[in-house]
C-alpha cells in the first residue's frame, strides 16, 4: 500500500519499504518534539494507573468505613473498567469529531470532577457515581493516548513513543500504593477519601500542558488541512523528505489525490460513523477481519491472564500467603510496584530493537512459569498448618516475577500494536474497540477474583490464569505478524491471511532488500 503511489514516472523519493529499512538500519536519533508530545499525550494515563494502585490499598480501609462487603468490594474495584468501556467507544467517535488532543483534554476534566466525587464520597452510592464518572474519563485517555502517540511518531521509535501510555500507568500505579501506605497513618474516614481525592490535582496541569501540543497530522490529513499536517510531521519526523513521503502515505490512506498540493483541500467525510463501524464489524474485508481477531485477541489475552487480580488484590495475596500485618502487606504491594514500573521502563528500549513479536512471546512465557509456580506456592501455604518460610518468599518472588513479565512484554505491547494495525479511516474505531475488550475482560477478572479463589482456592486461581496465558502464548506465535519498523501505512499489507501472514512478511523484506540494493547502485553511478 504504502509506496503504491510513487512507482510510476522518476521520481526522487525512495520507496515507504526502503524508508522503513533505512529508519531501523541506522537508527536515528529520538526526536525530542515527538518524544516532548508523546510524553505529555501520555500523562494522562498516569491517573488509571494511580486509581489501579490506589484502590488496591483503600478497599482496606473503605470496607471498615463504609461496613461493606467482598462482593460490593469487587463491584466497587471492576466496575471502573465497565464505565470504561462506555468511554472508549464514544471517545473513538468524539476523537474524529474534535481531535485528538481535545479528546485528552475532555478526559481530563471528566477524570477531575469523577476524584472529587470520590474524594467527598459519604457513602457507598456517591462512591458509585464517582466510579462512573471517572471511568468515562478514563476511557477517554487510554483511547485518546495510545491513538495520537501512534500518529505522531516515527516508525523508527513509534514502539519506544508508543508504549509512554503504558509507562505512566505504571507510575501511577506505583503513585497509588505510595498513596496507599502515605495515607493509612491517618483516621480511618479521613485517609482513603485522600487516596482518592488526590487523583484530581494531576487533571488540572495536564489540561494546560496538553492543550500546548499539536493536533495529529493524520486527523489533520482528515479534515483536509494539509498545511498543518505538513508542518507538525516536518517537527516529529527527522528529515523534510520523510516528512513528505509520509504525508503522501497519509493523503493515499484519506482518499485525498496526490495533486492535490494546497494549504486547505475539501476532504469527502462521512456523515456519520454508522459506516465506519459497519465496514469494521459487520462487513470487514479478509485483511479487516485479521486485525480485528488480532486486535480482540491481544487486549482479551493481556487481561484475562490476572494481571488485575495481581494489582489490584495484592494485599490480599499477600494475606494469603502468611503476611498478616497491613503495613507490610502494602510495603510488599509498594515492592510489587517499583517492579513493574523499572520493568516497563527496560521494555521502552527493547520494543524497537527487538521487535514486537519475541518481547511478546518471551513475556507470555514467563508468565505462564511465574502463574504456575505462584499457584503451587500458594497450595501448598494453604495446606499446611505451619509458616513456611521458603513458601512466602517463593509467592513473593513470583507475584515479581509476574508483574516483571508482563511489564516487559505483553502491558505495553497490546496497546502498541492495536495502535499501528488499523486502516487510517478504521483507526479511531478500532483502538476504542480494543481499550473495549480489554476493560471488559479487566472488569470480569477484577470483579469476580474473590468469588473466584473462594470457589476454587487462590492456588486454582492462579493455574487458571497460567492455563489462558498459555493458550495466549499459542495465538501470538501463529497470528500475529511483526510490525518493527514499519509505518502504519505498510502494516497493512502484512494482513488478510491469519496463518499464512509469514509468506507477506518475506516478500515484504525481500522486496525492501532490493530496494536498498537498487538505491546504493543508483548512488554510485
Not at 474495584?77 to 485528538?100: K, M, P, T
Not at 494485599?315 to 513493574?340: D, H, M, W, Y
Not at 492455563?467 to 505478524?481: D, R, Y
Amino acid at each position: 500500500m504504502a509506496g503504491s503511489g510513487h512507482e510510476n514516472g522518476a521520481v526522487s523519493i525512495p520507496p515507504a519499504d526502503n524508508l522503513a529499512v533505512f529508519e531501523v538500519s541506522k537508527k536515528p536519533k529520538k526526536n525530542k518534539f515527538a518524544l516532548g508530545c508523546a510524553m505529555l499525550a501520555s500523562l494522562t494515563s498516569m491517573l488509571l494507573g494511580y486509581d489501579i494502585g490506589v484502590m488496591s490499598g483503600a478497599i482496606i480501609f473503605i470496607k471498615k468505613d463504609l461496613k461493606i462487603s467482598d462482593v460490593q468490594i469487587e463491584i466497587l474495584v471492576g466496575v471502573l473498567n465497565l464505565y470504561c468501556l462506555v468511554g472508549s467507544i464514544v471517545a473513538g467517535n468524539i476523537a474524529d469529531w474534535i481531535g485528538r488532543r481535545y479528546t485528552i483534554v475532555l478526559a481530563n476534566v471528566i477524570i477531575f470532577v469523577g476524584s472529587l466525587f470520590m474524594g467527598f464520597s459519604v457513602n457507598y452510592a456517591f462512591l458509585m457515581v464517582g466510579r462512573f464518572i471517572a471511568g468515562i474519563g478514563v476511557g477517554f485517555a487510554i483511547m485518546g493516548a495510545v491513538l495520537y502517540n501512534a500518529e505522531i511518531s516515527p516508525a523508527s521509535s513509534r514502539g519506544f513513543l508508543t508504549s509512554f501510555p503504558e509507562v505512566c500507568i505504571n507510575v501511577g500505579i506505583l503513585l497509588g500504593y505510595v498513596s496507599n501506605y502515605a495515607f493509612s497513618k491517618l483516621p480511618t474516614r479521613i485517609g482513603w477519601r485522600l487516596m482518592l481525592g488526590a487523583g484530581a490535582t494531576p487533571s488540572i496541569f495536564l489540561v494546560f500542558a496538553v492543550l500546548a501540543m499539536p493536533e495529529s497530522p493524520r486527523w489533520l490529513v482528515m479534515q483536509g488541512k494539509l498545511g498543518e499536517a505538513k508542518v507538525v510531521l516536518e517537527k516529529t519526523l527527522d528529515t523534510k523528505e520523510e516528512a513528505q513521503l509520509r504525508l503522501s502515505d497519509i493523503k493515499e490512506a484519506a482518499g485525498i489525490p496526490q495533486d492535490s498540493t494546497g494549504d486547505v483541500v475539501v476532504v469527502q467525510k462521512q456523515t456519520n460513523s454508522n459506516g465506519v463501524w459497519r465496514e469494521l464489524l459487520l462487513h470487514p474485508t479478509p485483511t479487516v477481519k485479521h486485525i480485528l481477531i488480532c486486535t480482540v485477541g491481544i487486549h482479551f489475552f493481556q487481561q484475562s491472564s490476572g494481571v488485575d487480580a495481581v494489582v489490584l488484590y495484592s494485599p490480599r495475596i499477600f494475606e494469603k500467603a502468611g503476611i498478616t500485618s497491613s503495613n507490610e502487606q502494602l510495603l510488599t504491594t509498594v515492592a510489587v510496584g517499583i517492579c513493574k514500573t523499572i520493568f516497563i521502563l527496560v521494555a521502552t528500549f527493547l520494543l524497537d530493537k527487538s521487535g514486537r513479536r519475541a518481547l511478546l512471546l518471551i513475556s507470555t512465557g514467563g508468565m505462564v512459569v511465574s502463574l504456575a509456580t505462584l499457584g503451587f506456592s500458594l497450595t501448598i501455604i494453604n495446606h499446611s498448618e505451619a509458616k513456611l518460610t521458603w513458601a512466602i518468599a517463593l509467592c513473593i518472588t513470583m507475584v515479581l516475577s509476574f508483574v516483571a513479565f508482563f511489564a516487559i512484554g505483553m502491558g505495553p505491547i497490546a496497546g502498541i500494536y492495536t495502535s499501528e494495525i488499523f486502516p487510517l479511516k478504521l483507526r479511531a474505531q478500532g483502538i476504542s474497540l480494543g481499550v473495549a475488550v480489554n476493560r471488559v475482560t479487566s472488569g470480569i477478572i477484577s470483579m469476580t477474583f474473590l468469588s473466584l479463589y473462594q470457589a476454587i482456592t487462590i492456588g486454582g486461581a492462579f493455574f487458571l490464569f497460567a492455563g489462558i496465558a498459555a493458550v495466549g502464548w499459542l495465538f501470538f506465535s501463529i497470528c500475529l505478524p511483526e510490525t518493527r519498523g514499519k509505518t502504519l501505512e505498510e502494516t497493512e499489507r502484512l494482513f488478510g491471511n491469519l496463518v499464512g501472514w509469514r509468506e507477506v512478511d518475506k516478500k515484504m523484506k525481500e522486496d525492501n532488500t532490493k530496494g536498498t540494493t537498487h538505491g546504493q547502485e543508483g548512488s554510485d553511478g
